[in-house]
Nanobody
Framework: QVQLVESGGGLVQAGGSLRLSCVASDRTFSTYIMGWFRQAPGKEREFVAT????????YYADSVKGRFTISRDNAKNTVYLQMNNLKAEDTAVYYC?????????????????WGQGTQVTVSS
């Protein structure tokens, strides 16, 4: 089973940017739909963005639309989340996830494999 490792989190001021990366352990990466989720303290894990296997389709949560961009490089087994104009409410642990299927979904239950998460903290 493919393993996922996130990186790129950190502390940033409001209005700043970060780029998260998630590297998969093998070439089966290209067969998975990928997603980013986040979980703030005391809250449930929530959907952020998802991307199709060929990167031809993407979908975003309303809260990040226009500020975040999901992309992938199948040659590098990597999915990215570019986060711009960060807000304090974006503070959370960010997780990447892989889904074996054809449809983009936003439910956490739709994803089969999860990374360990990376902390993003936005100071106001």
């Amino acid at each position: 089973q493919v393993q996922l490792v996130e990186s790129g989190g950190g502390l940033v001021q409001a209005g700043g940017s970060l780029r998260l990366s998630c590297v998969a352990s093998d070439r089966t990466f290209s067969t998975y739909i990928m997603g980013w989720f986040r979980q703030a303290p005391g809250k449930e894990r929530e959907f952020v963005a998802t991307i199709s296997r060929s990167a031809g389709s993407t979908y975003y949560a309303d809260s990040v639309k226009g500020r975040f961009t999901i992309s992938r490089d199948n040659a590098k087994n990597t999915v990215y989340l570019q986060m711009n104009n960060l807000k304090a409410e974006d503070t959370a642990v960010y997780y990447c996830a892989a889904r074996a299927g054809l449809r983009l979904v936003i439910a956490t239950t739709g994803y089969d494999i999860w990374g360990q998460g990376t902390q993003v903290t936005v100071s106001s």
